[in-house]
């Protein structure tokens, strides 16, 4: 090869060098897209993870009744006479449930209540029968009603309606087993169910004690 043959193979090899331009690859969004959604499904399911799984520290020693879940409660302390303790455990949809707090009366008497006698007033509340959805056959009491008669070794002392409504249903388990209201008063040994308006229980909610108040007042015999 000659040298002008050379010279002239170096100058190609350089023109072709400066016509090469570096390529560029272009990231598509769908690409960036498809990148990010696996850190953002994992921080989700982490947030998830979070509410549904809660820290051991977190949790009670043993789980909520299915009283506290549900239901508030109320109390309605010396209801018209001195010792006659009743709660009320209020539904979210408005149902109040109605029985005898732990600090009633009857309680301390020997042996607790005996018997559980509902033929008070003019009528047996145990023979009531309401049905449908609107409750047909529902009476409709004053908060000073008589529901039934708890009666114990030493007496009877009178339960009452506690919240003005509709009775729905009065707990006939008790008439064979009075022995429910001394193991389990608020839950088995309920009372009754009653459904006030919701104007009626406004007015009744401002006549009973929250469970902190009802501690408080029944400190020195409240067994907690």
């Given amino acids: 090869m ?10 190609v090899q350089t023109s072709n060098l400066d016509d090469v331009k570096p390529a560029i690859v272009a990231c598509s969004h769908s ?5 990010s959604e696996p850190l953002i499904e994992e921080l989700q399911d982490e947030e998830l993870r979070k509410l549904l799984v809660p820290k051991l520290e977190n949790l009670p020693i043993s789980p909520p009744s299915a009283v506290k879940s549900n239901f508030v409660t109320y109390f309605a302390p010396d209801f018209m006479k001195p010792g006659h303790d009743q709660y009320v ?15 009633h009366i009857a309680f301390k008497d020997e042996g607790g209540v005996t018997s559980v006698d509902f033929n008070v007033g003019k009528s047996d509340r145990s023979g009531i029968k309401v049905s449908g959805k609107r409750k047909k056959n529902a009476q409709h009491f004053e908060s000073n009603t008589a529901l039934c008669k708890a009666c114990t070794k030493d007496g009877s002392y009178i339960v009452r309606c506690c919240v003005k409504g509709s009775l729905l249903e009065v707990n006939d388990r008790l008439i064979k087993q009075p022995e429910l209201l001394n193991s389990s008063a608020d839950r088995e040994g309920y009372i009754a169910i009653i459904m006030p308006r919701p104007a009626d229980w406004i007015k009744a909610k401002t006549t009973l004690l929250g469970i902190e108040e009802y501690r408080e007042l029944r400190k020195d015999t409240l067994q907690l």
């Fill in 89 to 103: 455990h209020r539904h979210a949809n408005g149902l109040c449930i109605i029985g005898l707090a732990p600090t």
């Fill in 2 to 11: 000659t040298e002008q043959n050379a010279d002239e193979s170096n100058t």
């Fill in 31 to 35: 690409d960036t897209a498809q990148k």
